[in-house]
């Protein structure tokens, strides 16, 4: 959730970010991220929603996950230094 509303991040195994596209904000994490070894990705949400016109990001209600493969270890907390 931001101040402008519900929006979704979408994260790709791409090396183009493709922008907003109504309420998802899409990023490429980079072609190797289906390279069917385990990574680690550390994104800042905050500053992936502030692309959306500066939108300041309020609450993380849910995780929605696609495609075949695995995660582990989410975290969400404060911005690594």
Same mark, same amino acid.
């Given at each position: 959730q931001t101040d402008q509303g519900h929006r979704y991040l979408y994260y790709t195994p791409s090396d183009t970010d493709l922008g907003k596209s109504g309420e998802y904000i899409r990023f490429g994490l980079g072609a190797s991220a289906k *390279? @069917?070894?385990? !990574?680690?990705? &550390?994104? *800042? $949400?905050? #500053? #992936? &929603? =502030?692309? #959306? *016109? @500066? =939108?300041? $990001? !309020?609450e993380v209600n849910q995780i929605l996950y696609r495609g075949p493969g695995f995660f582990d270890n989410v975290m969400l907390g404060a911005p690594l230094i």
């Open positions: *390279n @069917g070894t385990w !990574q680690s990705f &550390v994104r *800042n $949400l905050a #500053d #992936d &929603v =502030a692309t #959306d *016109n @500066g =939108a300041v $990001l !309020q």
